[in-house]
């Protein structure tokens, strides 16, 4: 049974910063890729970040490139999203989902977490 756990989100003030967590289990942590998308209110979902466990490729959204940070933590089967100089406009829902590969379309992905809300205030 695949679990993807995501926590860390919080309310933080512009230009602050605040690292979220994807725990995952169930899954070949090294062979897979595990992604963080958002969803802001009345919003599509948005790709943010990706990285490829098993060689630490990454890729990043125009939006957050400079400023957000995915790495990936093979033995405690954990990829972290680094979000520091953090903006109104990165207020959203914040999910972790998993696949073979990063994808931009989210409705590919297999498996998701629950999301975990992160707030700016200006």
């Known amino acids: 049974d695949v679990q993807l756990q995501a926590s860390g989100g919080g309310l933080v003030q512009a230009g602050g910063s605040l690292r979220l967590s994807c725990a995952v289990s169930g899954l070949t942590f090294g062979n897979s890729a595990i992604a963080w998308f958002r969803q802001a209110p009345g919003k599509e979902r948005e790709g943010v970040a990706c990285i490829v466990s098993d060689n630490d490729d990454t890729v990043y959204s125009d939006s957050v490139k400079g400023r957000f940070t995915i790495a990936s933590d093979n033995a405690k089967s954990t990829v972290y999203l680094q979000m520091t100089d953090l903006k109104p406009e990165d207020t959203a829902l914040y999910y972790c989902?998993?696949?073979?590969?990063?994808?931009?379309?989210?409705?590919?992905?297999?498996?998701w977490g629950q999301g975990t809300l992160v707030t700016v205030s200006s």
């Open positions: 989902a998993a696949d073979l590969v990063c994808m931009k379309n989210p409705v590919l992905y297999d498996y």
